[in-house]
Structures are given as C-alpha cells and as structure tokens.
C-alpha cells in the first residue's frame, strides 16, 4: 500500500499506523481519513496482526480537522457536507469496532478530532511531558458531533459534557485522571511502553477473546437491561465453543501456562 498522509508497518504481530503529515499537524482532511480507513482495514483483514497501534511523526499527535480543507468545504451543500461527515463517522466506528485492540501512542497534542481519534481506541498511553488532550471545537465555532457519540460512552455524559462545552485542554495526568487516557509514562519511555502493553496483550491475551469483548462494548449500549442479559448469556455460550476458550481451559487444568 502506498500512503501521502501515513505509514504502515507489520511485524510481531503487531500493525503499526504512523500520521506523518506533521508539517501540518497531521490534521486531518478527506486524503487522511481516507488512508486511515484503508490502513485500518488491512489490520483488520491482516490474520497475522493481534494488536494495532497508531502513532504520529512530529510534535503533535493530531490537531483535529485540517481548517484549510474545511474551509475549502464551505460551498458544499448539505448533502456534500453528509457525505464528507459520515465518512470521518466510519472511520471512527471501524476503529471503536476492530475485533482487535487499538493502542493510541500520544506523543503532543491531540486536539479536537485528533483527540476523537484517540478516543475511539481501546488504550491511551500518553506523554507525561508533552502530550494534551482537548476537544476545542467550540472555540472558534463548530462542535465534535461525531466525537461525542464516543465520548459519552467512554466518560459518561456528565464529563463529556464538561469537555466538549467547556472546550478545555487537559495535560496528559489530568486526562488521566478523567478516565480518557490509560497510562502516563516519560516522553523517552512511550515507545518503550507501548512495545510492553502491545506484547502483553500478544502474547497473554487470545484473540478471539478480546474480539468478543470489543463486539459485547460495541453493542451493550442501548439495549435493555433484560435484552443486555440475554444478549450477554448468548456471547457466554458462544465463547465456551470456541477453539481458543477450550484451549485456556486445558492449559489451567493442567497447570501449563499458555502464550498466546
């Protein structure tokens, strides 16, 4: 695959997409999320991939929505501006909804829809030094439509409510604190600790496991708690016919550690 906006890279069961338009922020226009969405799909598609993690070259993790390119949208009609909308809205549930785990590595800022993009992933290992979180949007004017679909579910709406009105930046430990980032590490060790969590779960974890977790997430939301129950003896039963599930049952029995 060849890429303007990105790279990708494979190898230890792991894919690693890199944003690498750092002269302008890795902001994102319609060729970013579009490269994203091909990236992510061939992870997704990839048997040999586990783990994904993204990335970004430069100071900045993601400063949201190239403002250029949006201004360039401003003679879109309303169906024009939905399409363009509901292609970022994909994009974002493909990742939230990727059988596998996403670990976001935020190195800088990541603003706006770049911190949408580290929302929707499953791990957010941030620098203590450098890294800031924040959806801005208000401040000059526009709103994280798509965002909050996500955020509501990963922070509840009280706190998205604060985020997304207040438009507020957080440091790395006062995102944290917020439940939005998973682990603050040294600048220098981010590579280091996000290698460690990508192994881990490599190796510790079974993937069809953790596939079942992200589909039971995805769905949970909405449905009642009678339906949520029924739905989740079903996952039950599925899970103990599964290859994977007979496996770690035997391994405990028999007191072997089992490597994924």
């Known amino acids: 695959m060849e890429f303007t906006r990105l790279s990708y890279a494979s190898g230890e069961r792991r894919a690693t997409i890199t944003l690498a338009r750092p002269d302008k922020r890795n902001a994102l226009d319609d060729v970013m999320v579009g490269e994203l969405t091909s990236a992510f799909t061939a992870a997704a598609r990839d048997q040999s991939v586990k783990v994904v993690v993204l990335d970004a070259r430069g100071p900045?993790?993601?400063?949201?929505?190239?403002l250029e390119y949006l201004a360039r949208t401003g003679a879109y009609d309303l169906e024009a501006h939905r399409a363009d909308s509901r292609r970022l809205a994909a994009l974002y549930r493909f990742i939230y909804e990727l059988r596998k785990p996403v670990i976001a590595a935020v190195q800088g800022p990541a603003l706006a829809g770049g911190c949408g993009l580290a929302s929707v992933c499953d791990f957010?290992?941030?620098?203590?030094?450098h890294a800031a979180f924040g959806y801005t949007e208000?401040?000059?004017g526009?709103?994280?439509?798509?965002?909050?679909?996500?955020?509501?579910?990963r922070l509840g709406e009280g706190r998205a409510r604060e985020l997304v009105l207040g438009g507020s930046v957080l440091?790395?430990?006062?995102?944290?604190?917020a439940g939005l980032v998973s682990a603050v590490v040294s600048h220098d060790g981010l590579a280091a600790a996000v290698d460690a969590l990508g192994a881990a779960l490599c190796a510790e974890n079974s993937a069809a496991s953790m596939g079942l977790c992200k589909e039971m997430l995805a769905r949970l939301h909405g449905m009642s708690f009678v339906d949520a129950l029924d739905f989740a003896a079903n996952m039950n039963a599925a899970a103990r016919m599964t290859a994977e599930c007979k496996r770690?049952?035997?391994?405990?029995l028999a007191k072997e550690k089992i490597t994924w």
């Open 171 to 177: 440091g790395a430990e006062e995102a944290r604190s």
């Open 124 to 129: 957010i290992i941030a620098s203590r030094e």
């Open 248 to 252: 770690g049952i035997a391994a405990f």
């Open 142 to 153: 526009f709103i994280p439509a798509i965002v909050m679909v996500f955020l509501v579910r």
């Open 138 to 140: 208000v401040h000059i």
């Open 60 to 66: 900045a993790f993601c400063a949201g929505a190239d």
